[in-house]
Every structure is written in structure tokens, then in C-alpha cells.
């Protein structure tokens, strides 16, 4: 069983900057596209990023290009978010999640086999 943990929420300004990880556990972490997704209140969850297996190859959505960007570290079984210039708007939970698939890219929470538990971004004013 794979296992997604989440870390790196918190309380933040606008304008500042936050860095999510995400560690995996339970199987060959290179065999996964890996993807972020957020959810605020009242909406649907939604896809942040994703990166394929060797991390070379990486997709965002419209609202977070050029603000976020994913990285992943194979050695450490490891993806990461970095926020900058957060606005009100990226208040959310942010998931990670992994796809073994291997196809890419994926922007679909459909696409997706396994999720972490979320790790809340809250932006204030």
C-alpha cells in the first residue's frame, strides 16, 4: 500500500511564500507521476501541478504558472510545492498525490490511484 504524507501548511500573509512536501512510502517512488491538487471551501478539488517519473517534465494550471513550482527528489521519495507571492485565493488544502500509470500528464483527480491526508494553506491580508 502506498502511502502520501503532506507537510509544510500553515499561516501565512499575501505575498509571502510557503513550501509543501510530500514524502512516499510503500512501493518504487519513480514508478509514479505525482501531482498536487487543493480544494478551498465550497469548491471542487482541483489540480495544482504534476511532474512525471524523472521529474524532467513538469505541467501547471493557469492560476499557478510562474507562482508555484514542483520538484521532486527520487532519492528521497519526495515531491515539493513552492508557493510564491501567495494570494488569498490559494487558501486551500493541499493534497498530493500518485499515479502509477505513467502516463503524462495528468490533470485529472480521476487519474490518480493514491492521496495524502492534505495539509492545510490558509493566506490572510
Known amino acids: 500500500q502506498v502511502h502520501l504524507v503532506e507537510s509544510g501548511g500553515g499561516l501565512v500573509q499575501a505575498g509571502d511564500s510557503l513550501r509543501l512536501s510530500c514524502v512516499v512510502s510503500g512501493d518504487t517512488f519513480d514508478n509514479y507521476v505525482m501531482g498536487w491538487f487543493r480544494q478551498a471551501p465550497g469548491k471542487e478539488r482541483e489540480f495544482v501541478a504534476a511532474?512525471?517519473?524523472?521529474?524532467?517534465?513538469?505541467t501547471y494550471a493557469a492560476s499557478v504558472r510562474g507562482q508555484f513550482a514542483m520538484s521532486r527528489d527520487n532519492a528521497k521519495n519526495t515531491i515539493s510545492l513552492q508557493m510564491n507571492n501567495l494570494r488569498l485565493e490559494d487558501t486551500a488544502v493541499y493534497y498530493c498525490?500518485?499515479?502509477?500509470?505513467?502516463?503524462?500528464?495528468?490533470?485529472?483527480?480521476?487519474?490518480?490511484?493514491?492521496w495524502g491526508q492534505g495539509t492545510q494553506v490558509t493566506v490572510s491580508s
Open positions: 498525490a500518485a499515479d502509477h500509470s505513467k502516463r503524462y500528464p495528468r490533470a485529472s483527480s480521476r487519474d490518480y490511484d493514491y
Open positions: 511532474i512525471n517519473w524523472s521529474g524532467d517534465l513538469t
